[in-house]
């Protein structure tokens, strides 16, 4: 499925909420997130759209009759799993609306425009939570240049593994540890066994660090046993958001062989609180990452021409750092890496349709980490394992720290964007978490 440009994507078009017109703002008319919060004087969660500094209370708005009727009771749920499994046509119609209800152009003042005023609460007095009930994790592998790097520091010899340019790698993780942005992540503590040592020891991480991620948002899913084909596969895409995957680096290297991540990467996950409709970034869309020549072809069930054509996308990801140091000198968040989603090895569609290949059935709201997002330079690497070599080259900062890996008091921020002339710049929020000392 390709989806195709209309008036929502207008970037001449204009917010009757002046703050959505700023031209470096996250929000603008174009984007139309979908997230969860509490707003004042409402009861218990509400689906919420992001515009300028403003949230639309989605089950206000379909109380009110604004909303399309076959979308509107899924609005009313305290969580977007219903809206994610009515499919891309309702989503569609709902972005419709939502873009004419807030479109200078399409609202004039007037009764309709008074009750959608209504309807909106200032962003900053919303507490944004998780924006679905997610019942599945799981997280891939799909940048090779993070593969690569991380294989050469423990195989030098052979960095790459001989599966990795044929199936798209991946884990289940934990959902039950994915928490919002803004909670705060305590150091975990698990065994750990230094090179030189004859017996692990048990005790808080040494090694703590961050992966770079792109989240992607299953919509209506597939039957137990029933595979999805790659032609249908952003069928079942519904949007993206960012994703901070928190990493024990000492853990993992002790406990992966022969089963894969467990205890090192369990403990947090970390979700930005928008979800970026899939159509929304429609002018992003590219060719997929051309693979270099002598690259197998991907199997036929993981090829698709379409996907092939614009299956990639232009997505800068940044991450910022802010130590405690930095806090207490009121010193900005340093930045300390920015990527770009389009070199992923492997597509949204093709992980989505790699994971539903034997059967395995995916829900709305289920959750596919991108892995970490690393480009072929020093500044475009995604963690702190790949920028600081293992420890061994420190990152260092502007005001003389010096960073191998994450700090109690260390404070990650993750940001993204979408951008190319012609367009409205589409923002993906923030994610970020705080590193809090390890418990008793």
């Not at 919060?37 to 992001?50: D, E, H, K, Q, Y």
């Not at 679905?132 to 790097?149: E, K, L, N, Q």
Request: glycine share 10%; net charge negative.
């Amino acid at each position: 499925m390709t989806v195709e440009l209309n008036f929502t994507h207008e970037a001449s078009r204009r917010s009757w909420v002046e703050s959505a017109n700023e031209p470096t703002g996250d929000f603008p008319l174009q984007n139309l997130p979908y997230g969860v919060g509490l707003v004042p004087a409402a009861p218990g969660p509400r689906i919420v759209t992001a515009i300028g500094d403003q949230v639309l209370d989605l089950a206000a708005a379909g109380e009110a009759g604004l909303l399309p009727p076959a979308v509107a009771a899924a609005c009313r749920e305290p969580a977007l799993n219903a809206l994610m499994g009515l499919g891309a046509p309702a989503w569609s119609a709902l972005r419709a609306r939502l873009s004419e209800l807030l479109g200078a152009d399409t609202c004039l003042a007037g009764p309709r425009r008074t009750a959608v005023e209504r309807c909106l609460v200032p962003a900053p007095l919303t507490t944004m939570l998780l924006p679905a009930r997610i019942g599945g994790y799981t997280d891939f592998y799909a940048s090779i240049f993070h593969a690569t790097h991380v294989g050469a520091m423990f195989r030098p010899e052979s960095p790459l593994l001989p599966n990795y340019k044929w199936v798209p790698v991946g884990y289940h993780g934990r959902a039950s540890s994915l928490v919002v942005s803004g909670t705060a992540i305590r150091r975990p503590q698990g065994q750990l066994k230094d090179s030189a040592a004859e017996a692990p020891v048990f005790g808080p991480s040494r090694q703590l660090d961050y992966e770079l991620e792109l989240a992607a948002f299953i919509g209506p899913g597939n039957a137990l046993g029933t595979p999805i084909p790659i032609g249908a596969a952003e069928e079942h895409l519904f949007g993206v958001g960012l994703l901070n995957d928190w990493s024990a680096r000492d853990f993992q290297s002790w406990e992966y062989q022969p089963l894969g991540p467990f205890l090192a990467k369990n403990f947090a996950t970390s979700l930005s609180p928008w979800v970026i409709p899939l159509e929304a970034l429609a002018p992003f869309r590219r060719p997929a990452f051309a693979r270099s020549a002598g690259d197998p072809a991907p199997l036929p069930y993981l090829a698709d021409p379409a996907n092939q054509r614009l299956g990639g996308l232009d997505l800068t990801l940044e991450v910022f750092l802010l130590t405690a140091q930095m806090r207490t000198d009121g010193v900005a968040p340093h930045r300390v890496s920015r990527g770009n989603f389009s070199v992923m090895y492997w597509t949204l569609a093709q992980l989505l349709t790699h994971h539903a290949s034997n059967g395995c059935n995916l829900q709305p709201g289920d959750v596919l980490g991108s892995g970490t997002v690393s480009g072929p330079d020093r500044d475009s690497r995604g963690c702190l394992l790949e920028l600081s070599w293992r420890g061994t080259e420190p990152l260092s900062l502007p005001n003389g720290e010096r960073r191998g890996f994450l700090h109690d008091g260390d404070e990650v921020i993750l940001r993204g964007y979408a951008e190319r002339a012609g367009t409205r710049r589409i923002g993906l929020g923030e994610c970020r978490g705080i590193v809090l000392p390890a418990g008793p």
